[in-house]
């Protein structure tokens, strides 16, 4: 049983930064391919980035890519999620995810675990 708490979101201008983190319990943390996930109001959550277990492969969203930055720190249980030129339709509950055996999962009925969420709120 892996338990997932998001932390790191907030409002922010356009152009702007926010780095989200997601704290894993667990001893085997080591052993999870991470993801982020997001919701925007009244549409489906999508994808947004993922990290193998041992942080060797990562995978993005076009709409993402070369603006976010999907990392993990195994020692500390955590994953996060640098957000760089924040975009208002970047606004969203953002989410963390696990699953354990899989390299760089894509795809939401991949994973089997999911924390809370956090609001991203950019402004333009």
């Known amino acids: 049983q892996v338990q997932l708490v998001e932390s790191g979101g907030g409002l922010v201008q356009a152009g702007g930064s926010l780095r989200l983190s997601c704290a894993a319990s667990g001893r085997t943390f080591s052993s999870y391919a991470m993801g982020w996930f997001r919701q925007a109001p009244g549409k489906e959550r999508e994808f947004v980035a993922a990290?193998?277990?041992?942080?060797?492969?990562?995978h993005y969203a076009v709409s993402v890519k070369d603006r976010f930055t999907i990392s993990r720190d195994n020692a500390k249980n955590t994953v996060y999620l640098q957000m760089n030129s924040l975009k208002p339709e970047d606004t969203a509950v953002y989410y963390c995810?696990?699953?354990?055996?899989?390299?760089?999962?894509?795809?939401?009925?991949?994973?089997?675990?999911w924390g809370k969420g956090t609001l991203v709120t950019v402004s333009s």
């Open positions: 990290i193998s277990w041992s942080g060797g492969s990562t």
């Open positions: 995810a696990a699953v354990s055996d899989i390299v760089v999962p894509t795809t939401r009925d991949q994973y089997d675990y």
